[in-house]
């Protein structure tokens, strides 16, 4: 009886390490794969050939905060070569336009030195976490992560100082801790931008989110800060 057993073949073992792969990702052109290790370490290593590592490094330096997810910006290769982190306390934007192939090989312990960090976040308040869901906009200009209220997080991912102080807008469910993301990359329609769906593994539901384009988020967020400015300045008067 013919079976599908054995038709898929190894071809290159990327990672050999004592600590939990917690994610990884391919770069826009195939040629990038990164990998993110519960010791906060992450991996740029060359997929194509040999597995070589490209650069290591650790993403917090002080208590190697786990890192729960990782994308490539989907303009990687084209002007862009940005990569997105996210642990359980912010988000991070590293420039990695500036790689060179390792002379170590495959299996090399030493660090590198960060890349540069182009743009952050810290998460405030346990109440939230990310839990590792984190998607790139099809046109590279948002970035969505999970968090365990159970609600999704859209940020701007401008590199201007203070673009990623606070989300841009957040999509919140009644129930349901959200698990995982995705942009629809050829989404196209009159009145909306982007579609997002999330998936909950607690209560097993799906749905898929319509959002306008980043000028209109923008001006919603600032109509949202204004409103609160004038909330706390009317409370201080009486």
Not at 4 to 31: M, T, Y
Not at 67 to 93: E, Q
Not at 156 to 178: C, F, N, W
Not at 187 to 205: H, I, M, P, R, W
Request: aromatic share 8%; glycine share 10%; no cysteine.
């Amino acid at each position: 009886k013919p079976t599908l057993a054995g038709w898929g073949r190894i071809v290159l073992g990327l990672a050999r390490s004592n600590h939990l792969v917690r994610a990884i990702n391919f770069s826009q052109d195939g040629n990038l794969v990164a990998i993110a290790r519960q010791d906060g370490v992450i991996e740029l290593r060359d997929s194509q050939k040999d597995g070589r590592i490209y650069l290591k490094w650790v993403s917090d330096g002080y208590d190697h905060e786990p890192v729960l997810g990782l994308a490539f910006s989907p303009l990687y290769g084209r002007g862009a070569d940005r990569l997105a982190t996210v642990s359980r306390t912010g988000i991070k934007i590293w420039d990695i336009s500036q790689l060179k192939k390792r002379k170590y090989g495959m299996f090399e312990d030493k660090n590198d030195d960060p890349p540069k960090i182009v743009s952050e976040t810290v998460f405030w308040g346990d109440s939230d976490d990310a839990t590792g869901g984190i998607a790139y906009s099809p046109d590279g200009r948002l970035i969505a992560t999970t968090a365990n209220t159970g609600a999704v997080m859209i940020w701007d991912v401008g590199e201007e100082y203070g673009a990623m102080a606070s989300p841009l807008v957040t999509l919140s469910q009644r129930k349901g801790h959200i698990t995982n993301l995705t942009f629809n990359p050829y989404f196209k329609s009159g009145e909306s931008a982007y579609q997002l769906a999330t998936v909950s593994a607690d209560n097993q539901a799906t749905k898929l989110w319509e959002l306008p384009d980043l000028q209109k988020l923008r001006d919603l967020q600032r109509l949202v800060k204004n409103l609160e400015t004038r909330e706390g300045e009317t409370d201080k008067h009486h």
